[in-house]
C-alpha cells in the first residue's frame, strides 16, 4: 500500500486557501508526511513587448513576491501547527511551477484548490488545478471553495 511521506500544497492564498491548508495537514498529521506548501506569483515576461521597462517588471515582480514571502510566512505559522512544513514562493507559471515543485520535492500528492470558474472566465483564465490533474504523473487532490459546494450541493 502507497505511503504519504511528502504532500506538496499549492496555495493561492486566498481566503479559500485556509481550507485547503487543513486538509493538507490532516493528511500529514495521519501519515507522517512533510509539507511543502508553495505559492506561484505571476510572471509578467509576457509584458516586456508592451514597451514597459524590464526594470520596472522585474521591481513590480519583485515587490510582489516580498508581499508573498512575509504573507506566506503568517499563512505558515497560522494554518500548518504541528505538521513539518516548508515553505516557498517562486515565479512563473502556475501549473509547470507546480508540476516542477512536485518533481523536485518528490511529492507523493499534491493538494490544492480550486476556484470553480465557469463560463468565459474558465475559457479566458483555464484552469490551472485542471491541468496540474490532467499533467500530474501522482495524485491530486482538488478542493473546492465552500461557497461552491454549499450552493450545489
Request: charged letters at 20%.
Amino acid at each position: 500500500m502507497p505511503s504519504l511521506k511528502t504532500i506538496l500544497c499549492a496555495l493561492d492564498l486566498s481566503e479559500h486557501s485556509q481550507v485547503v491548508a487543513e486538509e493538507a495537514s490532516m493528511l500529514a498529521k495521519l501519515s507522517g508526511a512533510k509539507i511543502y506548501a508553495m505559492y506561484v506569483a505571476p510572471t509578467m515576461t509576457q509584458y516586456t513587448g508592451f514597451h514597459v521597462a524590464p526594470s520596472t517588471i522585474d521591481g513590480f515582480v519583485g515587490e510582489i513576491v516580498t508581499g508573498a514571502e512575509n504573507s506566506m510566512a503568517e499563512f505558515v505559522a497560522k494554518h500548518f501547527e504541528g505538521v513539518e512544513v516548508e515553505a516557498d514562493v517562486v515565479v512563473g507559471y502556475a501549473t509547470e511551477e507546480i508540476l516542477a515543485a512536485a518533481d523536485k520535492y518528490n511529492a507523493d500528492i499534491i493538494v490544492m484548490g480550486t476556484h470553480g470558474r465557469k463560463g468565459i472566465d474558465r475559457i479566458l483564465f483555464g484552469s490551472v488545478a485542471e491541468k496540474v490533474v490532467t499533467q500530474s504523473k501522482i495524485p491530486v487532490l482538488t478542493i473546492r471553495p465552500a461557497n461552491l459546494t454549499e450552493n450545489n450541493g
